[in-house]
């Protein structure tokens, strides 16, 4: 008998709480994608025997209704029709799923994005500044070389130009076009303006008066060199701009008016509003510590704080302060500990991550940027892992407010400044308070990094309080069963593996719900087969969802038709939300238990989302 779509539609709508209850609403090849305002209007049990629909889960903050191929562009098509929605994109369901996190994480969500990108590029140039800054410095004759000039041009070429690379990142993230983006990045340090590292040196700054109606904008002509925030902000703009010129220009003169207009309004108002607002953030900022670091607790606070000026880009205005305490005879830098303080704990927060991630990217990234930042050097440290993670750069912040502390109560200083970290000692007057100074503010950061970063926590962690059995020591690893463009899946339990065209049930079976493989277990417990994030574990305790990354939708499904078994014969090791590592023990099962009750054991491994990747690879294939 032929499916009833529209009646299909409509029980969907009713068993999800109405129309006033749906955020966003998108289909892929199999299913229908659902941003949910209140999940407790939501009548599961209903919605899984509504016919058409095969299955369900909750993964990234979606429920997703498995209907199949064919038949879900139909359904969808009578879902817009009966809740008077528009037709939308699984980036526009993703996109609404986000915007359900609180505001501060999608901040930070935004600029891990941007970062993520070009983290090889900061990470490389980061370190070569840290080594040819140091050699200057213990060799004074190599820094007068051509060979010295040469190696710090291509060392800072990356910092030189962060705004536009920083620009083309975002314009990518936020949907616009990056050769645009690019344009609003090299606008923004443009030779026309003042370098903002030599601004502080500077009694008269040049500046734009334009006369808008008789009212003057008075614009300082400033770039925005070292700045991270105001070109995200920017570009975000930017990509604003673009996409509401896309919709209501007419197609003739799109490619023409849309560029020129979305150039010349984001520019403008970047150094008419955004600029003025940064200038005169930086102002109250290094008002603020000129006051602050004359006493230890408000050299403490500025210790506190100075990753934060790194993040908005005003910490190159700090030179103005040594500068002006080495001008009075016989001055002594006491703000180069305070820096120091700061940018050591951050070396220390971001080692811990480096020694403590198991994820080899995580590991890769962390360990030469605390390298990096150790010299002196904490931009590829904070926006690569300290900032990304969060709970890094509040220990680093920690860590730094207590070592900025100790040095401001021992009255350490410099000789010069522009320095920080392991190539301070070339400066520091009492080289072995400044030793018990890195240590107090690296080691504080590192042990709190360690503590409070629990991604990588131990598996037993990540545990119910109510499972009985520990995890164990060690993870079981096996090969690799699934690729694609999205990356590997792991098998996750040992036994010999089958297509899922021979998993023993028909719509596992059909790829309703994704490829992948079956395995006839050999054993009884099932491993993590990829690095990722607990999405769903049924109430039957049967099947586990994983995200992982690159949006990939992992779901392992232990026997067939065995939700009737109601929980009996299996237990789980984590819960929705946990972190998991591959191969991190997640699931055991009893296999007698589930024979004795009629069903196949067959482990069902699947990539739900298959249809959103090339390049799938499965089984023997792989």
């Not at 140039?125 to 051509?146: C, D, I, Q, R």
């Not at 002006?324 to 303080?341: C, Q, R, Y």
Request: charged share 15%; proline share 5%.
């Amino acid at each position: 008998m032929a499916l009833d779509y529209r009646k299909c539609a409509e029980q969907i709508v009713s068993h999800i709480g109405g129309r006033e209850n749906i955020v966003q609403a998108a289909h892929c090849a199999t299913r229908l994608r659902l941003v949910i305002k209140d999940n407790g209007k939501v009548d599961k049990k209903a919605l899984e025997n509504v016919d058409g629909v095969k299955g369900m889960f909750e993964n990234n903050g979606q429920l997703q209704l498995i209907i199949g191929t064919g038949t879900v562009n139909k359904v969808y098509s009578e879902f817009l029709s009966v809740t008077g929605m528009t037709e939308a994109t699984k980036d526009d369901v993703k996109a609404a799923a986000a915007a359900g996190q609180p505001i501060w994480k999608r901040m930070l969500k935004a600029v891990g994005d941007v970062f993520v990108p070009i983290l090889p590029a900061i990470v490389a140039s980061g370190l070569m500044m840290g080594f040819v800054e140091a050699m200057g410095k213990v060799y004074p004759e190599f820094a007068n070389t051509s060979w010295y000039d040469f190696l710090d041009m291509v060392a800072n070429t990356a910092f030189a130009y962060l705004p536009v690379i920083v620009a083309i990142s975002a314009a990518r993230v936020f949907g616009g076009n990056t050769f645009l983006g690019a344009v609003i990045g090299l606008a923004m340090i443009h030779a026309n303006l003042v370098n903002a590292w030599v601004v502080g040196n500077l009694e008269t700054i040049p500046a734009w008066n334009f006369n808008i109606m008789n009212f003057v904008i008075n614009v300082q002509k400033v770039g925005y060199q070292g700045h991270v925030i105001p070109v995200i902000i920017a570009v975000w703009l930017m990509c604003a701009i673009e996409k509401w010129l896309h919709k209501h220009t007419p197609e003739m003169i799109d490619l023409f008016v849309v560029p020129f207009t979305t150039v010349l309004l984001t520019t403008f108002i970047t150094f008419t509003i955004i600029g003025p607002i940064f200038s005169q953030l930086e102002t109250w900022v290094l008002e603020g510590a000129k006051i602050l670091v004359k006493n230890p607790i408000g050299s403490a606070v500025m210790g506190a704080i100075y990753p934060w000026t790194v993040v908005m880009g005003l910490h190159h205005m700090y030179n103005v302060i040594e500068a002006g305490m080495l001008a009075v005879e016989g001055g002594l830098n006491t703000w180069m500990p305070i820096a120091s303080a700061a940018n050591f704990a951050q070396f220390g927060a971001c080692l811990a991550i480096g020694f403590k991630a198991r994820n080899a990217r995580t590991k890769v990234v962390a360990v030469p940027s605390s390298i990096s930042a150790a010299l002196g050097i904490t931009e590829p440290a904070i926006f690569g892992i300290n900032l990304r993670f969060f709970k890094p750069i509040i220990a680093g912040m920690i860590g730094g407010t207590i070592g900025a502390f100790y040095g401001a109560l021992s009255g350490i200083g410099a000789k010069a400044y522009g320095v920080t970290g392991i190539p301070g000692y070339l400066t520091i007057a009492q080289p072995v308070q400044y030793s018990i100074l890195l240590a107090i503010s690296g080691g504080i950061a590192f042990v709190l990094a360690w503590i409070m970063w629990k991604e990588d926590a131990p598996e037993a962690e990540a545990a119910p309080a109510s499972a009985p059995e520990a995890m164990p020591e060690k993870v079981m690893e096996f090969g690799t069963v699934i690729t694609s463009s999205a990356g590997e899946i792991a098998q996750c339990t040992a036994g010999k593996v089958i297509p899922y065209t021979e998993i023993p049930d028909p719509t596992f079976a059909a790829g309703t719900l994704g490829q992948g493989v079956g395995i006839q277990p050999e054993d009884e417990y099932v491993y993590a087969p990829i690095d990722g994030e607990i999405s769903s574990v049924a109430e039957s305790k049967h099947a586990i969802g994983i995200s992982g990354e690159n949006d990939m939708e992992v779901l392992i499904h232990v026997g067939v038709d065995t939700v009737e078994m109601k929980g009996d014969g299996f237990e789980d090791f984590v819960k929705e939300g946990d972190k998991v590592k591959k191969g991190q023990k997640i699931m055991k099962f009893d296999r007698e238990k589930i024979k004795k009750a009629g069903h196949p054991d067959t482990v069902v491994l699947l990539l739900t989302n298959s249809d959103d990747y090339d390049g799938v690879k499965f089984g023997a294939d792989v």
